[in-house]
C-alpha cells in the first residue's frame, strides 16, 4: 500500500479490510492496519475487521519460520511450539478467568522451556489473541537476546528525578503510624524509601527515591521480598507490635 494522506481518507471499508488481506508480511499487515480509515472500535464492524486481522496475521505467521513461536489461538484451542491446550468450558466468568490464566501459563511455560526469557515470553502472550502477527517481531527480538529478565532483587539506577530529592524525613516517616514506608541508606548520605509499586511483563518492582539526591532506583522483587519490603511498611508502631509479638512467642517455647 503506497496511499498518500488524500487518498488514504477515501479509503471505504472494502479498501481497508482488502489491504491486510493483501498483505503478506507482518509489516504489510502492520501498515495497512495503521492505514487512515475511520471505523469504531466496537460493533459489526469492528468484528469484521477483527476477524480480518486476526486470520491475515495467522496465516502470515503459520508461513513463517519462527511461526511455531507464535501460540496459534482457535476459540478454546492453543498451540505452541506443537503442542496444543485445550481450554475447559468455565461455566462463570471467574472459570473463564480461571481457564485462560491457565492457559497464560501452559503457553508461557512451553516458551520458557524453548529458551524465551519471562518477560519474552510474557510479551509473546500478551499479543498473541489479538494481534498474532505482532508476536514474530517479539520473537526475532527475543532470539537476538533483547529481552533479558531483570536481576531480582537489587536496586538498579533508573532515571534522574526532574522533581529532584523527594520531600519526606526519617521522622516524618518513624511518626506516620500507618502509611511508614520501608527505607535504605542511600550513597549520598540521604535515604531512600519504598515508593510504590510498578509491574512490568510479569515483573513487580519498587521504585526508591532518595530525599537528598534526585537519583532514582530501582528494585525487580520476588514474591518474597516485596512481602519483606511490605512488612517494614506498615508503620512503626504496628512494626514494634510484631516484635514485641515474636518475642513473646520464643518465651512460650
Ligand atoms: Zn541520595
Known amino acids: 500500500m503506497n496511499l498518500n494522506t488524500n487518498e488514504a481518507e477515501k479509503l471505504s471499508l472494502r479498501q481497508y479490510l482488502g489491504g491486510m488481506l493483501a498483505a503478506t508480511t507482518a509489516d504489510e499487515l502492520e501498515a495497512a492496519i495503521q492505514a487512515p480509515h475511520l471505523h469504531p472500535f466496537s460493533g459489526p464492524t469492528w468484528s469484521r475487521i477483527s476477524k480480518v486481522r486476526d486470520q491475515r496475521g495467522k496465516e502470515i505467521c503459520e508461513a513463517h519460520s519462527l511461526g511455531k513461536f507464535v501460540p496459534r489461538v482457535d476459540g478454546r484451542t492453543i498451540t505452541v511450539c506443537g503442542e496444543t491446550y485445550r481450554v475447559a468450558r468455565g461455566g462463570n466468568s471467574t472459570g473463564v478467568r480461571y481457564a485462560w490464566h491457565s492457559v497464560g501459563e501452559f503457553v508461557q511455560s512451553i516458551l520458557l522451556r524453548d529458551g524465551f526469557t519471562k518477560r519474552a515470553a510474557y510479551r509473546i502472550w500478551d499479543n498473541c489473541g489479538r494481534y498474532p502477527h505482532r508476536c514474530l517481531a517479539i520473537v526475532e527480538s527475543a532470539l537476538k ?109
Open 145 to 253: 537476546a533483547k529481552y533479558p529478565d531483570p536481576q531480582l532483587n537489587r536496586l538498579v539506577f533508573a532515571y534522574r528525578s526532574s522533581a529532584g530529592p523527594i520531600r519526606y524525613t526519617v521522622a516524618q516517616n518513624e511518626a506516620d503510624s500507618v502509611d511508614g514506608r520501608a527505607s535504605r541508606p542511600c550513597g549520598c548520605g540521604g535515604t531512600r524509601f519504598d515508593w510504590g509499586c510498578g509491574f512490568s511483563d510479569s515483573f513487580t518492582y519498587i521504585s526508591w527515591p532518595c530525599n537528598a539526591c534526585n537519583a532514582v532506583y530501582i528494585e525487580y522483587v520476588t514474591p518474597d521480598r516485596l512481602e519483606e519490603i511490605r512488612q517494614q511498611c506498615r508503620g512503626v508502631p504496628s512494626a514494634k507490635t510484631r516484635r514485641s509479638g515474636r518475642a513473646a512467642t520464643t518465651r512460650k517455647i
